[in-house]
């Protein structure tokens, strides 16, 4: 079978060109070289391609050798950097041995052939290679794509067995595809399921990001749960059923169990995630919380800005593009948007009432910047003293 060039555009055929120049390199030192992996399979599925990868016999010190922009990411592993307008991962053809952590291999060897080299690779759809543009399908990765389906190449008991992180990263394949995972190699997912629990953190969020973003995340993180594959990760395994929800942006899934099970909280550490991420989740659990006890948008706007709001109601609210507009005027409208904006400090306050500082002007200077949010307070610094000599008793 052969690929048809045209079907890419104008970005995509400059890539691939490039990527056949560096091949056509190696040819010219009596190396072979192919165009492997995920872009193979998006080029026969016409999906978008962002990187091409490239396999060949030629050692990562030949490489050296031959090219003049390298960078060399992965050389233990036989990865090179070629740049050749754009970055190549070319990486030597290799199989790999032993996996007793579940891991990683406990060694990487380099090897002559590329149908070794394909042999080690997750799925079918994932171990075809390009000569030219003929696809080489030992593992009938066609086949595969034409009836969607994630199948593992060769045993896939033992392909899970070595690296437990594939069994995810079919469900992640399964949902950006829109394929179904095939039965014997499903079966096998069963059977090795807890060995999850031997893949990083990091890695497994990796995986549930792509997973999430991915087309069919519905069916892939219903999957997920029915596999009871989160049994065995940090965080997901305090996940109650009564919890189980989906959303196709990680961040507002994690949110959305928290909302369910609020006691999941105290568990977000175990995520590993960046502090920011943290902070975004708790915003869209606390922004929930105050939308459902009807406090005034106004308020909710100023203390969370506009932005985070817009992502809530994405998310959360079903009528959503109705209430863009609306909610940006609101946001426009607000007679103040920040602190610094309201037209009295804490020290005219302290000045007006002669009266020494203390944890009472935090209160109210909240007051009045609620005040001024929502209306009832005109941001003038008169009217605005005038009120705190009227309420401020002590
Ligand atoms: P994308 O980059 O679009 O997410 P991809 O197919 O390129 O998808 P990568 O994770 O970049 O996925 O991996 C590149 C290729 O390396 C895969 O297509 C597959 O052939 C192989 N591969 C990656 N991870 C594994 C693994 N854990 N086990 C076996 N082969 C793998
Ligand atoms: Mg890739």
New binding site residues.
Partial sequence: MNININNLNTYEKQLFNKANEVIARLNDHQFQGYI????V??ILLGLPI??I?ITTDALPEDMLKIFEHTIPVGIEHGTIMIINEFPFEVTTFRT?LGYSDHRRPDKVAFVKDLVED?K????T???MALKGSTVIDYFDGIDDIQNKLIKA?GNPYE?FQ??A??ML?AL??MS?LDFEIERSTLHAIQSNIETIQHVSIERIIVELK?LCQGTNFEKAISLFFELGMNLYIPFFKEIEKSAFCKSNDFLIWIAKLCINQPQLMNHLNALKISNKEKKTIKSMIEINGLMHSNTDKRLILFQYGIDLVMQYMQHFMANFEQNIESIQNLYEQLPIKNNKALAVNGHDIIETLNMKSGPWLKTVIHQLTQKVVTGELKNDKNELLKWVKEHVKI
């Fill in positions: 492997v992996g995920g872009s399979r998006n962002n990187d990868d790999e394909l080690r690779r997750d799925f759809v994932n171990a190449v392909r070595e690296d992180l594939r990263r992640r394949f950006q792509k």
